[in-house]
């Protein structure tokens, strides 16, 4: 039970990671500046679009309760957060 919800808890941050990075695409957040730069707005596409899609997967991961397609679903999430942070690192003035 406390697995399922902790499942659901990181969907849910999935979720608004890649909603965030969607909505912001092309206008400034943080220390970026997607408008002036196109090549940032594509990453912040592709990323935002990925992390919806870990976000769903894990909701239907934390639905169905297999264990190893949860596993799964969760180390390709931890992989993808680790690599949109360190792609957007590239990006920093």
Known sequence: MLITVL?????LI????GWYLLAH???SFLV???QNTPSL?????FWGTELILIGVLSLVAA???ILMFTV???IIGCFSGTLMALTLMTYMH
């Open 63 to 65: 639905v169905l309760g």
């Open 25 to 27: 695409r092309n206008r």
């Open 7 to 11: 499942i659901v808890i990181f969907a």
């Open 14 to 17: 999935a979720l608004y990671l």
């Open 72 to 74: 799964i679903i969760l």
């Open 32 to 34: 970026f500046k997607p």
């Open 41 to 45: 707005s594509h990453v912040l596409i």
